[in-house]
């Protein structure tokens, strides 16, 4: 049965050979060169217009301002009808382009929807929904060269990382700077993915794989998905790129060190990358990267390759895998406590069996320094330190709900974004309830992607009584979205909204006072609290440089008096266990 259903797949040997192309295709298809983003697009219009089981969707808009199109296979005639067998039934998701210099995607969907077209009624039946991003970065596909990928080997042409407004798309999922970030949530949660695969190519080291693969994070997985994910389908895939393709799978290659013998680790899959976005949604999620030095016609098929045999997994194991993302879903619901802020534990290290190229050190011609040579004619198979485990240094306490004030326009349209369920406040109310007292935290000193990422964040949560108005947002945490919601929320995880600036307006004092009008006020206030007084006693007993500071002292008492604005340093998001 598996055969048969294979075989439409697998029927030809070499990858753009066996079909019959029409000429302007097989000019797409051939060997080192990607199409443009009109000719890609036009090619999707003709296969969705000869064949009502493939559709084409304008899903929206780009930064650029030609629409994100979605391609489906498996479709019916009526698009909601579509999204909703998606949905309701086993899919897979394929983004291409979001870096448009490492195209592989791009080809290798293409051949995905020929062979879709050539199969018959009775093979497409029991098929899994295929839907595929042609190309995602629409802006980057248009600013097209052969030289922005300068350690590449082809295609010949091109497009660029940076975007329309030159954003890494592989960084927006979160912030959702870009129109196209919002487009993906649109469309993402159309389709509520089993399986997401985002395409592209590596940079870094030289070695023999042509394949390698990024999975989420294994220590941040709920068990469920985590046992189907790396007991199950890594390993089928593994075997079957091997058996059937001849490619051997392997980790993405961070280095560890300088030199591959320094082992290598596992990527830190956060929410602002795609697949930890996928992630938070409990879709199955993969990076594949393949490798820069290699032929593009090889990229290309071990890419097709990845997909195909994800597809044929799905096929048999389509219960399996609805299941287990929905007892994650279910097991989301239930907690209480989420480990956090996951650091690469190196005491806790595997080795692995690494087909890489032996190297040597060599001078330099340009630099007279040493430099490093991968030598291609000694191929070596050893094993080496593979560093695997993230341990939670934190957790944060999860909440029975949310509360979001309206004035937050961005917040709250990327909650709806991605479909959270959210009450809106119908009157004017009295809450009392907890929140978050920004401490301290640390920036970079130039942009990142457009902000100044906090990190290491540090809060008080304190108790507040809460003036909610009428058209503010509950946001309860027993829903399918609990992951997500706390991600972005709860300001200590790494990729939440206070993260990435949205609510930098809450960390600048706005009133202050003159001393010399504030020293009576003072006295006064230490007189009428005699707990007070005796703290600052304290502190300037035990604290030379504030004893020094007749402004500091004063502010001391100015910060624990009435006159100090109670929404200093304090998010309006709050919370109730
Ligand atoms: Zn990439």
Request: net charge negative; glycine share 4%.
């Amino acid at each position: 049965m598996k055969n048969k259903r294979m075989k439409i797949f697998l029927s030809f040997l070499s990858l753009f050979a066996a079909f019959t192309l029409s000429a302007q295709t097989k000019e797409l298809l051939a060997g080192n060169t990607t199409p443009t983003y009109n000719e890609l697009i036009d090619f999707y219009k003709e296969q969705a217009s000869k064949d009502a089981g493939i559709q084409l969707y304008a899903m929206g808009s780009s930064d650029h301002g030609k629409p994100i199109y979605l391609c489906v296979l498996g479709a019916l005639l009526d698009s909601t009808e579509t999204f909703n067998k998606a949905r309701n039934s086993t899919t897979i998701l394929i983004n291409n382009g979001i870096h448009p210099g490492e195209p592989c995607g791009v080809n290798a969907s293409m051949q995905l929807v020929h062979d879709y077209s050539q199969m018959s009624m009775k093979q497409r039946k029991d098929y899994p929904v295929i839907a595929i991003i042609p190309g995602y970065n629409v802006g980057g596909m248009h600013n097209r060269s052969s030289y922005s990928r300068a350690n590449q080997e082809g295609p010949e042409e091109y497009g660029f990382r940076g975007n329309s407004r030159n954003f890494d798309l592989n960084r927006d999922f979160i912030k959702m700077d870009s129109e196209n970030a919002k487009t993906f949530a649109k469309l993402f949660h159309g389709l509520d993915p089993d399986i997401f695969v985002d395409t592209h190519t590596s940079n870094g080291a030289d070695y023999q794989y042509t394949m390698t693969y990024i999975a989420p994070t294994y220590d941040r997985m709920p068990e469920a998905t985590r046992k189907l994910m790396y007991e199950e389908l890594i390993p089928h895939l593994g075997k079957q790129l091997s058996k059937e393709w001849n490619y051997d799978l392997a980790p993405y290659v961070s280095m560890n060190a300088s030199r591959l013998d320094g082992g290598i680790y596992a990527f830190n899959t956060l929410p602002r990358y795609a697949m930890g976005y996928g992630e938070l949604f409990h879709t199955l999620s993969f990076t594949t990267e393949t490798h820069m030095l290699k032929p593009f016609e090889d990229r290309v098929r071990s890419t097709y390759g990845f997909l195909v045999e994800t597809i044929d997994w799905m096929l048999d194991n389509s219960f399996s895998l609805e299941r287990a993302r929905q007892d994650a879903k279910e097991a989301y619901k239930q907690l209480t406590v989420l480990p956090s802020n996951y650091k690469l534990d190196t005491l806790r290290k595997d080795s692995i069996l690494f087909k890489g190229y032996e190297w040597v050190d060599k001078p330099s011609e340009i630099t007279k320094q040493s430099r490093l040579f991968y030598d291609r004619s000694k191929p070596f198979s050893n094993y080496i330190p593979h560093y695997f485990s993230y341990s939670a240094n934190d957790t944060v306490d999860v909440p029975a709900y949310y509360v979001v004030g309206a004035q937050e326009k961005k917040t709250i349209e990327a909650l709806a974004l991605n479909n959270v369920e959210m009450i809106e406040t119908s009157a004017d109310t009295m809450l009392f309830a907890k929140a978050f007292k920004i401490i301290d935290f640390s920036n970079g000193t130039k942009p990142y992607e457009g902000h100044y990422l906090h990190t290491n964040t540090q809060l008080e949560i304190i108790e507040i009584k809460a003036h909610l108005k009428k058209g503010d947002w509950i946001i309860p945490m027993k829903q399918d979205k609990a992951y997500y919601i706390l991600s972005v929320l709860d300001p200590r995880m790494e990729d939440s909204f206070f993260a990435w600036n949205f609510y930098d307006s809450y960390l600048q004092q706005k009133e202050y006072f003159s001393p010399y009008v504030f020293e009576e006020k003072a006295v006064e206030l230490l007189k009428r609290n005699p707990e007070l007084e005796k703290e600052f006693r304290q502190k300037q007993k035990e604290d030379a440089d504030f004893n020094e500071s007749r402004w500091e002292q004063l502010y001391f008492i100015y910060k624990r008096s009435p006159y100090y604005e109670p929404t200093h340093n304090v998010l309006p998001i709050y919370f109730v266990k």
